[in-house]
């Protein structure tokens, strides 16, 4: 194995993460039409229902009943960073935000202190199927801001940096969307103001890649101390990293303190890079929680079985929103915006 390739790693559907990340999951399903109530248009007899993360006539329902999703659940102490490439989520939290985003939408969530969400994937079309390809990821914060007060954000698909690669003029070129970070003196968009992202020396880079066959990217060196992991996550060929033929489905730990080049073999290729120094600090999670000791762990569950973080102002727990609407986010301090 190269010395720059550190490990390599077969994946599925809930990813390895490194310091600063601690998970990745990776939902592709292929939902029927909708219905009216924007839920599958087929009968979910022989789903473990509220439980159902089985693929079954290639879809799951999560823990959603009626509708695909995460019904209201509970956050602290870290950050999710959600990547629809396909399809549509409904967001709702206990602070009385709510928008819709998809097809090429991120949403930024500092949950900090506590807060409450769902996220719901309307089934949006009662003429044709709904594909949905999402990312969810989750940021660590360090202590300091752990307990900041919740945000999020939205980063408008037309308005996040795509750019497009080509080692020389002639070369096949790859595709870069630049959800965090930088590369090749084109940035990201701001995330959160309190974000272990918004930190230039985090070196926090999340880079989603679709390479054209025999494509080759370099991806240029940060510092020994930064984690990096390319996730070669589709594909029917391979990925060369030095030597190596990595096959798809595969988590590739890089040694960040050296250039590497990337050369795509005979198919497309998508892979998605996370990258970013480590919290150097104690790492407790317990589900939605995450901390830096047992006891703020327990403190956590305590404070959500007095409080519930702010309670849940909508009428059920898993909202979504109507029909007809389009993409919108409606923050926690009460302003509104539209997609552009």
């Not at 959800?179 to 930190?199: E, F, R, T, W």
């Not at 101390?225 to 030597?243: A, F, K, S």
């Not at 327990?298 to 007095?306: L, N, T």
Request: proline share 8%.
């Amino acid at each position: 194995m190269s010395h720059r390739i550190l490990r390599i790693q077969q994946i599925d559907f809930q990813w390895p993460m490194e310091n600063p990340f601690i998970f990745c999951a990776h939902h592709k399903d292929f939902y029927p039409k909708g219905d009216e109530h924007q839920g599958p248009s087929v009968p979910l007899s022989g789903r473990q229902l509220g439980e159902d993360f089985a693929i079954k006539d290639g879809f799951r329902m999560y823990h959603g009943t009626k509708i695909p999703g995460f019904p209201m659940h509970p956050h602290r102490g870290f950050e999710t960073v959600t990547v629809v490439t396909k399809g549509f989520v409904d967001h709702f939290d206990s602070k009385g935000a709510c928008g819709r985003y998809g097809n090429g939408d991120v949403q930024w969530l500092t949950t900090g202190a506590g807060c409450q969400h769902a996220e719901m994937f309307p089934l949006v079309s009662s003429e044709e199927e709904n594909p949905l390809e999402l990312f969810q990821i989750w940021l660590n914060l360090p202590a300091k801001d752990k307990f900041t007060t919740p945000a999020y954000k939205m980063l408008w698909s037309e308005d996040i940096p795509v750019i497009t690669i080509s080692e020389h003029d002639y070369n096949p070129k790859t595709k870069m969307t630049i959800i965090a970070g930088s590369y090749g003196g084109h940035k990201a968009l701001m995330p959160c103001a309190a974000s272990y992202a918004a930190n230039e020396a985090s070196c926090v880079n999340i880079l989603l890649l679709e390479m054209e066959p025999y494509a080759m990217l370099t991806l240029p060196a940060i510092s020994a101390t930064c984690n990096r992991n390319l996730y070669y996550y589709e594909g029917d060929g391979v990925v060369t990293i030095g030597p190596e033929e990595v096959p798809s489905s595969r988590r590739i730990k890089l040694d960040a303190a050296h250039p590497i080049e990337i050369a795509n073999g005979s198919k497309v290729s998508k892979i998605l890079i996370l990258e970013g120094e480590p919290i150097n600090e104690p790492v407790v999670s317990y589900g939605p929680f995450v901390m830096n000791t047992e006891k703020e762990i327990r403190d956590a569950f305590s404070e959500y079985q007095h409080t519930h973080f702010g309670g849940w102002p909508w009428h059920r727990p898993d909202p979504v929103n109507p029909k007809g609407s389009g993409g919108f986010a409606k923050y926690m301090d009460g302003t509104e915006e539209s997609r552009p």
